[in-house]
């Protein structure tokens, strides 16, 4: 079983940055891919980012240019780099980690682990 404990979150204006860590503590050592989910009142939760173990990554479009994301496979942490904050970017962000042996990015909404979630806000 994988924790994850993210941090971050908070309030920005349109413009500004914020970066996102998620810790992930239990049994890590299997950890193939993590990412970040984010989700608003009445819709599905959404990939935002993705990482695998060998460093292939996968973004939103509309998070694109913007977003970064990166890990640290020794510390089991993953980050989420936000510049260029939109207010539609407001949402609960969720990080997640997924043990299965296979690095798929696709596959980690359905298998992962996940955080309790960090809220961002982004006033106009």
């Known amino acids: 079983q994988v924790q994850l404990v993210e941090s971050g979150g908070g309030l920005v204006q349109a413009g500004g940055s914020l970066r996102l860590s998620c810790a992930a503590s239990?049994?890590?050592?299997?950890?193939?891919?993590m990412g970040w989910y984010r989700q608003v009142p009445g819709k599905e939760r959404e990939l935002v980012a993705g990482?695998?173990?060998?460093?292939?990554?996968n973004y939103a479009d509309s998070v694109k240019g913007r977003f970064t994301i990166s890990r640290d496979n020794a510390k089991n942490t993953v980050y989420l780099q936000m510049n260029s904050l939109k207010p539609e970017d407001t949402a609960v962000y969720y990080c997640?980690?997924?043990?299965?042996?296979?690095?798929?990015?696709?596959?980690?909404?359905?298998?992962?682990?996940w955080g309790l979630g960090t809220h961002i806000t982004v006033s106009s």
């Open positions: 990482i695998t173990s060998g460093g292939s990554t």
């Open positions: 239990g049994d890590t050592v299997c950890i193939s891919t």
């Open positions: 997640a980690a997924d043990s299965g042996s296979a690095q798929s990015i696709a596959r980690m909404h359905d298998a992962a682990n």
